[in-house]
Structures are given as C-alpha cells and as structure tokens.
C-alpha cells in the first residue's frame, strides 16, 4: 500500500498551507500526520483524520475521504516549517508517505 | 514522562547484523495499550516501518524486511531490541524505536525516541 504526497509545498506567514496525502480508497483507513523540524524526532499532530493531541494548537486541521487526506495549517508561523508525513495502517503493515517539506516563506 | 533510549553500535560492516535495544524509562512496558516499534529514515526520505512488539512477545513485520528482522522484548530490563541481519548499504539510517498506540484500526505512533544514525561501511 502506497501513500503519496507532494515533496514540497510554500507558504507566506499567516496564510493557509494544505497538505495532501493519497492513496487507494484512503478514507476507508484512518490517517496519522506527523510534523519533524530539522534535526527532531517526529511528532504527531493529528490522530484517526481530524484530532488533536493535546498541546497542537486548533490551526492544524484535517480531513480525510475518498483517495485523498489532506492537512491544513492556518496562519501559518515561521515555527510550522518542517516535513510533514502522513500514515495509514492497511490492516497488517504501517505505512508512511514519503513526506512533504513545508517551508514558510 | 515517557523516555525511550536508542542504544547500539554506530557502525556496521556489510553483511554484519545490525543489533539495537530501547530502553523504556518511567513507562510500563507491559501496558496493554501499547506495542513498540522500530522505524527508520534514511537521508531526505520518509519513515519506513520496520516492525512492532507486544510485551507477551507478539510482533508483526513490514513485509518487505521481514526476512532480515528479528524483534525481541526483555520485560525485566524493560527493554525491547532489534536485529537486521546481512546489512548493506542501503540499511544506512537513522533507527528510532518508538511507542505505538494500538486500538483495532487505529496504529500510530505517539512518542519517539531521539533517534540514532547508523552507518554501514567497511
């Protein structure tokens, strides 16, 4: 199972990125996002499509249906730049999307 | 707080295995919550799934490393391990063990270690 993403996507400060994530019948699934800054471990940010771990602010979104989830950021800050990964689970394996570089310009 | 520790030799030479071990700190790691996972990066790219650990002793692999890999829990250490056996270049990466939350069709990772970079080379 695949999941494919965008290798990059650029954002002025306080505007809105979008993020996407596909892969077959994705909505079926539940996908798991995850921010990395430079040099980090990564970090989730959103878990089952659209929830927030506590202490990720309520300007990261998400949704997932059809073939495509997609993660939002709003107003975005110069601190969101990072790669972002998706994952799904496909019933036996853990699967990552090869991430997308978020970069605040 | 939760801490896991990645420990282990930095470099490996080809066709060697490469050993890790986790150490879980001010956690359970018998939680019935919870598995516990290895997943590696190489430079630029995504993460890559390796493989997963009960603390009965259960795992489940990515298939496509499954034939190389070998995860083991040590209960009393509170500690789980990794072994990559006829290692090569490509294995080159940085390994992190990390805890993975698991509920039916819900599997996520929710806490990683630091992460270690390891390099096969002769």
């Known amino acids: 199972y695949d999941l494919t993403q965008p290798p990059s996507v650029s954002v002025s400060p306080g505007q809105t990125a979008s993020i996407t994530c596909s892969g077959d019948?994705?909505?079926?699934?539940?996908v798991y996002w995850y921010q990395q800054r430079s040099g980090q471990s990564p970090v989730v940010v959103i878990y089952?499509?659209?929830k927030r771990p506590s202490g990720i602010p309520d300007r990261v979104s998400a949704s997932n249906s059809g073939n495509t989830a997609t993660l939002t950021i709003s107003g975005t800050q110069a601190m969101d730049e990072a790669d972002y990964f998706c994952?799904?689970?496909?019933?036996?394996?853990?699967?990552f999307g090869g991430g997308t570089k978020l970069t605040v310009l | 707080q939760l801490q896991l520790q990645e420990s282990g030799p930095r470099l490996v030479k080809p066709s060697e295995t490469l050993s890790f071990t986790c150490t879980v700190s001010?956690?359970?790691?018998?939680?019935?919550?919870?598995?516990w996972g290895w997943i590696r990066q190489s430079p630029g790219k995504g993460p890559e799934w390796i493989g997963s650990?009960?603390?009965?002793?259960?795992?489940y692999y990515n298939p496509s490393l499954q034939s190389r890999v070998t995860l083991s829990v040590e209960t009393s250490r509170s500690q789980f391990s990794l072994h990559l056996s006829s290692v090569t270049a490509a294995d080159t990466a940085i390994y992190y063990c990390?805890?993975?939350?698991?509920?039916?069709?819900?599997?996520?990772?929710?806490?990683w270690g630091q992460g270690a970079l390891v390099t096969v080379s002769s």
């Open positions: 990390a805890r993975l939350l698991s509920g039916g069709s819900s599997q996520y990772f929710d806490f």
């Open positions: 001010d956690v359970s790691i018998t939680s019935i919550t919870y598995y």
């Open positions: 650990i009960y603390h009965d002793g259960g795992t």
């Open positions: 019948k994705l909505g079926d699934k539940y």
């Open positions: 089952q499509d659209a």
């Open positions: 994952q799904a689970w496909d019933g036996s394996t853990v699967v």
